[in-house]
T-cell receptor
Framework: DTAVSQTPKYLVTQMGNDKSIKCEQNLGHDTMYWYKQDSKKFLKIMFSYNNKELIINETVPNRFSPKSPDKAHLNLHINSLELGDSAVYFC???????????????FGAGSRLTVL | DQQVKQNSPSLSVQEGRISILNCDYTNSMFDYFLWYKKYPAEGPTFLISISSIKDKNEDGRFTVFLNKSAKHLSLHIVPSQPGDSAVYFC?????????????FGKGTKLSVKP
């Protein structure tokens, strides 16, 4: 049973298109994240989201929007795709309890987006 | 501006020997540090963590050392096994305002040769 699952695993699309990547977690965690791993291999936070708060990394273009229908899902919508959006996108989840230890994120397997 | 740096992109070690992966950070407000391991076409998986108030944490073959004054941590794997071959990411938990977001280094690719 996959703890954090994301679909599709691979996505190839043309510039200017709009696409979505779906993410679901069955761990009962209260916080979900989207990370982007670019061509330089850096894993960078894009968003974190729990029932109360959406935290957006200010460097993320507003073409990217997270949508959470419920606590177990956090989808990523990307409008007007650009060549530079090509990357691997990782969804993750955790149970955030401040002051009670390391925040261990559980990651999905990644979705490789290629924009042509 | 990289707050977490892994300056060695790759490391090659013989099976049975020790692997030492290094990580440096710049923000003294980080309160936890974590190591993740990543195989190709998979997501990173959690390996071991250490609180900023500790200087060592051990779990089986894996030990993480933290030197706060030098803003440096290292992961030791002893003995190294071929199955340990993967990319290892160092991560730091951001300060309180970020609700626990992790900031990652660029990763070090470890190759353990039989």
């Amino acid at each position: 049973d996959t703890a954090v699952s994301q679909t599709p695993k691979y996505l190839v699309t043309q510039m200017g298109n709009d696409k979505s990547i779906k993410c679901e977690q069955n761990l009962g965690h209260d916080t979900m994240y989207w990370y982007k791993q670019d061509s330089k291999k850096f894993l960078k936070i894009m968003f974190s989201y729990n029932n109360k708060e959406l935290i957006i990394n200010e460097t993320v273009p507003n073409r990217f929007s997270p949508k959470s229908p419920d606590k177990a899902h956090l989808n990523l919508h990307i409008n007007s795709l650009e060549l530079g959006d090509s990357a691997v996108y990782f969804c993750a989840s955790s149970q955030v309890t401040l002051g009670s230890g390391a925040n261990v994120l559980t990651f999905g397997a990644g979705s490789r987006l290629t924009v042509l | 501006d990289q707050q977490v740096k892994q300056n060695s992109p790759s490391l090659s070690v013989q099976e049975g020997r020790i692997s030492i992966l290094n990580c440096d950070y710049t923000n003294s407000m980080f309160d936890y540090f974590l190591w993740y391991k990543k195989y190709p076409a998979e997501g990173p998986t959690f390996l071991i963590s250490i609180s900023s108030i500790k200087d060592k944490n051990e779990d089986g073959r894996f030990t993480v050392f933290l030197n706060k004054s030098a803003k440096h941590l290292s992961l030791h794997i002893v003995p190294s096994q071929p199955g340990d071959s993967a990319v290892y990411f160092c991560a730091a938990r951001g300060d309180g305002g970020s609700q626990g977001n992790l900031i990652f280094g660029k990763g070090t690719k470890l190759s353990v040769k039989p």
